[in-house]
């Protein structure tokens, strides 16, 4: 296992944009042996984090920091605000959003570890939107990550958010 710093500071881990909500890389996998990984996620007002989608390899859970989480886990809609915890199963279609007019930030819990590089890379081709639409589907193939680019104008409706959004400042 790689040495890591046992304190992960609030300026700590590469931030980047991934088309609608940032990310800030906490904890990659080599710092538990590939058990899950951490990332954070700042949302601004009304900012839908992608489109419906399933992970075939890894559960999520997403603790909510500041703000209003709101999320489509199969046919069920919530909201979760500070300290709650929403968990988000493997093989479930499911999204989330910035349900409020203030700032959202999570931090994502991501088990096993691995998916984090989904997000890197799509850093790196500056975000969602931007990319090439046959390399996402390449990305999503590799990381058996099954999304519906359909979703999102009825999501967008159905709870007044947008897609792509603004990064959050700060």
């Not at 700590?12 to 996998?29: C, H």
């Not at 088990?111 to 790196?124: I, K, M, S, V, Y």
């Not at 009825?154 to 007044?160: K, N």
């Amino acid at each position: 296992m790689q040495d890591v710093s046992r304190v992960v500071g609030p300026k700590d881990g590469k931030a980047g944009f991934l088309g609608s909500i940032g990310v800030r890389f906490m904890l990659g996998g080599e710092a538990s042996d590939g058990g899950f990984s951490l990332v954070e996620h700042p949302m601004s007002a009304h900012a839908l984090a992608a489109p419906l989608h399933r992970h075939n390899r890894e559960d999520e859970y997403s603790y909510v920091l500041e703000g209003r989480m709101g999320a489509l886990l199969g046919e069920d809609v919530l909201e979760a605000g500070p300290g709650d915890l929403v968990l988000k199963p493997r093989g479930e279609w499911h999204t989330f959003w910035n349900a409020g007019e203030e700032p959202c930030r999570i931090l994502e819990i991501i088990a096993p570890a691995g998916f984090e590089r989904f997000f890197a890379e799509l850093t790196d081709l500056g975000g969602v939107a931007a990319a090439d639409p046959v390399t996402l589907g390449e990305m999503c193939e590799r990381y058996e990550l099954e999304m519906d680019p359909t979703s999102v104008p009825g999501l967008a409706e159905r709870f007044g958010l947008r897609f792509p959004a603004e990064p959050l400042e700060g």
